[in-house]
């Protein structure tokens, strides 16, 4: 390997240190509380080692965000192509529980960590090619186009917002509180299931026959 590769290497390995580093610390600590100098002691590099990757603790959160809402995007990407609405809602639901589950960390910054304005700004998206909420809110604009949802429930965006909130719920308790000897866990996959279905059967308009 040439001393180019080499450097290119090493600087794109020491920028994932910094970002996995900052992730756990704004997970555990919150945005605020957390400093670019303790974000450079967590992994033993110098504070002007860190602000030559990024300029500062906002920009490092701006990308962090970036990267782990595009991962939960590209995911949900693979199930557009599913032509009925409410099978394509179901799978969502799976899709959405799946990627918390293999990336809890990821999961704690994206959905329950205070974030600055400015950085929620950059990473909303209203287009369903790109933002997963925005995919989320298309399929049930399309479940209640197609006549398959109860009237009481034909808002596309407060179905999208009950959807969420469930799911949300339950893998915000699974996260936090898996340790807890309490509570006794089920598999997550199969509880998201029925978590799914118990809500499709309540807003799902009754097929004649």
Known sequence: MGSVERRTRERTETRQRILDAAREMFVELGYDATTMRAIADRIEYTP???YHHF????ALLAELC????????AAFQKIGAIEDP????????????EFGLRHPMQYQLMFMTRKPTEVL??????DPSEGAYAFLQQTCADAIAA???RPEYEDPNELALIAWSALHGFLS???????DDWIKWT???TTAARICDALLEGVLLEQPG
Not at 66 to 73: N, V
Not at 173 to 179: A, E, G, H, Q
């Open 48 to 50: 002007t080692a860190i």
């Open 55 to 58: 300029r500062n603790k906002e």
């Open 66 to 73: 970036a990267i782990d809402f595009r991962a939960l995007g």
């Open 86 to 97: 409410i099978e394509r809602l179901r799978r969502s639901g799976q899709t959405y529980v």
């Open 121 to 126: 700004n950059g990473i909303r998206s209203t």
């Open 147 to 149: 006549g398959r949802i």
């Open 173 to 179: 308790l699974r996260i936090v509180k898996l340790d």
């Open 187 to 189: 598999d997550p996959k």
